[in-house]
């Protein structure tokens, strides 16, 4: 009894010191390879990325010559599902073809086979189509992203957004998720200042906060997150990993709980399970969390850090990508 005791103690000092000495939790490796620029693009462009066309984007892009649009939305994400019908429409009135790859909208699941195979799907069908072609997901850089690394070196990309007074705070938010993607916590935090009230920045500031040891902040701005948004997932892991630094395991567990509830395949939730039944001494059940999490996503490097916590497994160069850091959900 006395051993078993000591060996939960051990577990769970070594997740708490995983979870505040190391940032690979909320760390991401893939970046986009445009920077930043208005809709004006160089007329060589062969492609634009951007978010969720707009009907007065698809109009801007008709003028540019676009002739395809490549959709990288999931049908199977509720908020995901209806735009893909929209967009498909709105393609046909303006004369362009259309073509969905989908993509996980779940950050934390970026790197699963699927999604690699379909970004080489959409890159191959980019390459064959003589353009220029309209590149996107949604507000998220991460699915774009993979598809523009199977991309030639040469290939001419530009970042769209569209310059109307109505929404030219896009600006800001994709600086805001670009500087947040490569890791410039401090750079997140500044650029928000200037943001109007959004879920999604309170999401990346809290995070950010979050990167930084900074648990107070981290845990106003994703209570802030929480009262915006219809999306309860994200702020709710955010509280829940918050808890863990805290040594708050029965709210950690109870956070993540209820995001399993909103989505059974959270891997960001599924993955803080994992860490919670560590800390509780209930080995065994966290294994099979990180292993599902595993399941979906073989290069999930806090996985992996988990399992070899439990005794089961070893991190080897072979079994995770060099790319594989785990990133925060999208919502």
């Known amino acids: 009894m ?51 066309p707009s009907e007065q984007d698809f109009k801007i892009l008709k003028d540019k010559g676009v002739t395809s649009v490549v959709s990288l939305l999931d049908p199977t994400f509720q908020d995901e599902s209806a735009d893909l019908d929209k967009e498909k429409s ?43 072609v309209y590149l996107h997901a949604n507000r998220d850089v991460h699915r774009t992203a993979q598809v523009q690394e199977y991309l030639p070196e040469n290939t001419s990309t530009s970042q769209f957004i569209a310059k109307d007074t109505v929404r030219k705070d896009r600006v800001l938010l994709t600086e805001i998720q670009i500087a947040y993607d490569r890791e410039q916590n401090k750079k997140v935090l500044q650029l928000s200042k200037k943001a109007k009230q959004d879920p999604w920045v309170y999401v990346l500031c809290g ?12 845990k106003r701005n994703f209570f802030q997150a929480y009262s915006l948004s219809d999306h309860k997932e994200e702020p709710n892991n955010g509280l829940g990993y918050c808890s863990l630094r805290e040594n708050n395991v029965d ?36 294994v099979h969390y990180f292993r599902e999490v595993l399941a979906m996503n073989p290069g999930d490097y806090d996985a992996w850090v988990g399992l070899r916590m439990a005794g089961h497994g070893r991190i080897a160069a072979h079994s995770v990508p060099a790319e594989g850091h785990s990133h925060p959900s999208g919502y």
Request: aromatic fraction near 12%; include cysteine.
């Open 90 to 132: 709105a393609a046909k009135d303006n004369g362009m073809k259309f073509i969905n790859f989908p993509m996980s909208a779940d950050r934390r699941c970026s790197f699963i086979i699927k999604d690699r195979h379909q970004a080489r799907l959409a890159s191959r069908y980019i390459q064959n189509d003589p353009g220029p």
């Open 2 to 52: 006395q051993k078993s005791s000591l060996f939960a103690a051990i577990i769970g000092g070594l997740v708490a010191f995983f979870l505040i000495t190391h940032t690979s939790i909320f760390s991401q490796k893939f970046l986009p390879k445009p920077s930043v620029k208005l809709y004006a693009a160089e007329d060589n462009t062969k492609v634009y990325v951007g978010e969720f």
């Open 207 to 218: 995070w950010s906060h979050y990167r930084l040891g900074q648990i107070k902040e981290a």
């Open 251 to 286: 709210d950690a567990e109870m956070r993540f709980q209820d995001s399993l509830k909103e989505n059974p395949h959270d891997c960001e939730a599924l993955t803080g399970m994992g860490f919670v039944r560590l800390r509780q001494g209930r080995t065994p059940e966290a």
